[in-house]
Each structure stands twice: as C-alpha cells, then as structure tokens.
C-alpha cells in the first residue's frame, strides 16, 4: 500500500489523505461539510492526474520514444491519485447518505 502510495506521488497522495481525514472528521461534527470535502478530493485528484499526464508525454518527448511497458507503468501511476480522490468521494457520498 505505501508502494501505491509513493508511486502517485507524496505531494497529491498526502493532501488526498488529510482531505479523507477531515472527511471523517466532518462526518462527525460537521455533517454538511462532507459531501463538499470528498468533490475536493475529487478535484484534486484529477488535478494529481493531468500533472501527472503531463510530466509523462514531457518525459515520452525529451526522450524520444519509450517502450509499452514503461508507458503503461506511467500511465498507472499517473491514475492513482485520481482513483484515490474517487474512492474518498464515493466515500464521503456514502458518509452524507448515512447522516441523512
């Protein structure tokens, strides 16, 4: 899991956590609040996700040419902070929900 971690990149996948912990935290004393902090973490995790695709085609251009398996490690790692953001607003969708 920390591999996962590292790989989407400490800057994105650290603020994703701290979104999911004051997602948690809001579900407990500050219900209206968590819907909104889990389409923020969606955002930035989409935001990690272009960043990421453009860092990959800046590195696929100044190389030149890169083989399958190591486009489709980055495109991989380009993915994860935006899954990340998507499970933490399914989440916090699912925290409104049982607040209703």
Known sequence: MLDYFLSGGPLFMGLLTLLLIATIGA???FPQYTKDLGQLALA?????LLLGLFEAF???EASGGVSQGMWSGGLKNALLPC???LI???FSSVLALIKK
């Open 44 to 48: 930035v995790g989409v935001l990690g």
């Open 83 to 85: 899954l990340f953001g």
């Open 27 to 29: 579900a407990i004393k």
């Open 58 to 60: 800046k590195a696929v």
């Open 88 to 90: 933490i607003y399914i």
